[in-house]
């Protein structure tokens, strides 16, 4: 069975733009989490999707979306970018959602803002 | 909310000797605690979970204690190889934060040959 898949791996952006990034998660898991890992914050949570709906959302801001599709498949979007958003961008899926079984990360997405 | 404190940051150990990492929690009713393994370049990967009711779980090198009580877990590898060199994280399923997980701060394992 093939794993999470995030695209794309690398990213490089300005201040001010825009970015949308794709986690496509196993094949029959529904929930899809987005994390952010830098060096100084670790791993902190910014949402969780299933079944298209937005079930949990971490203390990000506004910029920070996200949303699902009918397929699981999940997309993140962050607009205005800042410097401080560079990081490598993590989603896991899990078969019925975070908070009832184990999540399986993607190797994830490191946008760097400049 | 839950709050994750992994200790140490670093740890280096000689080729076939243990290594202990051990994480704090505070939201007594988190009940689920996985332990990742991040290589370079890499996302995380499982490598062993326990639950709240379960003290103890085993696999082959691997190993994970919870004591509840005192809200505290911590991973145990034994005969380390060079391929068990890279970062370890914590987490903890907060129960009263929208089962959201929390991470600890990693621990970055060198295993010197």
């Known amino acids: 069975k093939a794993g999470v898949t995030q695209t794309p791996r690398y990213l490089i952006k300005t201040r001010g733009q825009q970015v949308t990034l794709s986690c496509s998660p196993i094949s029959g898991h529904r929930s899809v989490s987005w994390y952010q890992q830098t060096p100084g914050q670790g791993l902190q949570f910014l949402f969780e999707?299933?079944?298209?709906?937005?079930?949990n959302k971490g203390n990000f801001p506004g910029r920070f979306s996200g949303r699902q599709f009918s397929n699981s498949r999940s997309e993140m979007n962050v607009s205005t970018l800042e410097l401080g958003d560079s990081a490598l961008y993590l989603c896991?899926?899990?078969?019925?959602?975070?908070?009832?079984?184990?999540?399986?990360f993607g190797p994830g997405t490191r946008l760097t803002v400049l | 909310g839950e709050n994750v404190e992994q200790h140490p940051s670093t740890l280096s150990v000689q080729e076939g000797d243990s290594a202990v990492i051990k994480c704090t929690y505070s939201?007594?009713?988190?009940?689920?605690f996985p332990w990742y393994k991040q290589e370079l370049g890499k996302g995380p990967q499982l490598i062993i979970d326990i639950r709240s009711n379960v003290g103890e779980k085993k696999d082959q090198r691997i190993a994970v204690t919870l004591n509840k009580t005192a809200k505290h877990f911590s991973l145990h590898i034994t005969e380390t190889q060079p391929e068990d060199s890279a970062v370890y994280f914590c987490a903890a399923r907060g129960a009263n934060t929208g089962n959201q997980f929390y991470f600890g701060t990693g621990t970055s394992l060198t295993v010197i040959p």
């Open positions: 939201d007594s009713a988190s009940n689920y």
């Open positions: 896991a899926s899990s078969w019925q959602g975070a908070g009832t079984d184990t999540q399986y």
């Open positions: 999707y299933f079944s298209e709906t937005q079930r």
